[in-house]
């Protein structure tokens, strides 16, 4: 089932279509759907699909003949022994026309080098031999769509495409594929409703791979019994998957991570539970975030060099396998599992789905935004802590917007089938209050309750109120 990635289909199609040769760069984590968007693409278009692999070299350069081959419709090319990339992509250019000759329609072939990363295992030279390539013959052939495909995110960032790369400045576009975002999981999940999208939604993120295995009606809990809390489950084998492709020295990484998990750390106080030094938690930080696995905060308005950053743990699956499996692993290996998650998660499932409900709403900021009417406007947004001392009074803020006309919006978020009462209303006034702020700002409330309002909140009408139903379309 293909649905979603209109966006995406669209830049590649309007490249597709353009007076010149494109070269175009995809990226982003595993099994977020890089492929299928681009077999979906390629569809009945002439194009020639290789997809690198952990074989040998002379292995993976007899498969591309093959494949080639089978595309151009050219028998010879099979017979071709390749002994270097070089070779390989100068029978590629003299089949172009080849490939081109398969369809009636088009004027543009598209060459598409999925896991590209694997194709450059054991051949450093492969970024100059395309970048030769390009420049020389394709670039001013206008007839050629090249596409670059890459699941090690820091391989693509550092070697095709960074400054130091061959390749550099020779891409006419490059996007990194993220996991969908609610709308497009609702598609996916079509049958379930809004409560069991946002159970999967924050429990596992919008992975299309994670959302396939909640496909169908059987209960969302059940399904995380099965595939989260059972031996051999998928999210509980994922993990080395996730970490041991994009990130070495994994046992680090699993100690930041855990730690995480639990709370927002500042840097210090993280090196001071793993016993890694400062130096090297930096190092470890960076690479999270570019994997977008750790974001830095800091209070909204301290700015980027305040003393009270911290790091704070974002993706969903990863939150989810520290916080509920990981600590769990003992009893999920025992062969007598009879209502496991219901053991595991007593008392902890709704407040997990509270902390994570937070960071989805915070993750969709600019949506909030624009549902206010303010999606121009908005300057900031993040969320805001103060410690108490004796001058002033602590305040956690879930999430706050700053906007240029002068507005700021508090907001307060509740995860509940219930509908909250004037309790939230309460919470929500008391943080506001405690939030500092210019004179000429007017604040704005905003109560982001799951499952709506009491009639008694309804009722206020200096407070807004969004649900999922403002997040997530039934």
């Not at 400045?169 to 969908?180: D, M, N, V």
């Not at 396939?212 to 059987?218: A, I, Q, S, Y």
């Not at 927002?264 to 190092?283: D, F, K, V």
């Amino acid at each position: 089932m293909f649905v979603g990635r209109k966006t995406e289909l669209e830049l590649l199609e309007e490249d597709h279509t353009s007076h010149k040769s494109e070269f175009c760069v995809v990226y982003g984590r595993r099994r977020v759907g890089k492929s299928t968007l681009l077999e979906k693409f390629c569809a009945g278009k002439p194009s020639f699909f290789f997809t690198g692999g952990k074989e040998r070299q002379r292995q993976q350069l007899a498969r591309f003949g093959k494949e080639l081959s089978k595309a151009a419709g050219n028998p010879l090319a099979a017979k071709t022994k390749l002994s270097s990339w070089s070779e390989a992509l100068e029978l590629l250019d003299q089949n172009i026309g080849n490939l081109l000759s398969t369809s009636e329609h088009s004027q543009k072939a598209i060459i598409v080098f999925d896991e590209f990363q694997w194709m450059c295992r054991g051949a450093p030279g492969l970024t100059s031999d395309l970048q030769r390539f390009w420049d020389k013959k394709w670039k001013d052939s206008k007839n050629l769509h090249l596409i670059l495909c890459g699941s090690v995110v820091s391989f693509i960032l550092g070697e095709v495409l960074s400054r130091n790369s061959p390749l550099f400045g020779r891409r006419t576009r490059s996007f990194k594929l993220s996991p969908f975002q609610p709308p497009e999981a609702k598609l996916f999940l079509s049958e379930r409703g809004l409560f069991e999208v946002a159970e999967v939604l924050l429990a596992v993120g919008g992975v299309p791979k994670y959302l396939e295995l909640f496909t169908g009606r059987k209960p969302v809990r059940k399904i995380l019994a099965e595939q989260a809390l059972s031996t051999g489950g998928f999210f509980v084998d994922e993990i080395r998957f996730v970490l041991s492709e994009q990130l070495k020295e994994t046992e680090n990484y699993f100690m930041i991570l855990g730690e995480l998990a639990n709370e927002a750390l500042p840097m210090a106080e993280l090196s001071r539970r793993t016993g890694i030094a400062t130096g090297q938690i930096a190092y470890y930080l960076e690479r999270l975030q570019i994997l977008d696995f750790v974001s830095r905060h800091s209070p909204i308005g301290a700015g980027s060099r305040s003393k009270t950053i911290r790091y704070r743990l974002d993706d969903s699956y990863l939150r989810f396998f520290f916080k509920l499996i990981r600590p769990n692993l003992r009893k999920i290996n025992r062969k007598n599992r009879s209502s496991l998650f219901d053991i595991i998660t007593q008392e902890q499932w709704d407040r997990y789905l509270g902390a994570a409900f937070e960071c989805f709403v915070g993750k969709n900021a600019d949506h909030v935004a624009m549902l206010l009417g303010a999606g121009d406007s908005l300057a900031e947004s993040g969320s805001f802590w103060q410690h108490k001392t004796k001058r002033k009074k602590g305040v956690q803020v879930d999430l706050v917007l700053k906007r240029t006309d002068g507005i700021t919006t508090i907001v307060e978020c509740k995860w509940s089938r219930k509908k909250p009462g004037m309790d939230a209303v309460l919470q929500l006034c008391t943080a506001a209050e405690r939030y500092p702020y210019p004179e000429r700002i007017s604040i704005e409330l905003l109560l982001v309750a799951a499952g709506g309002v009491t009639k008694a909140v309804a009722s206020q009408q200096d407070i807004v109120v969004l649900t999922l139903e403002d997040f997530i379309p039934a």
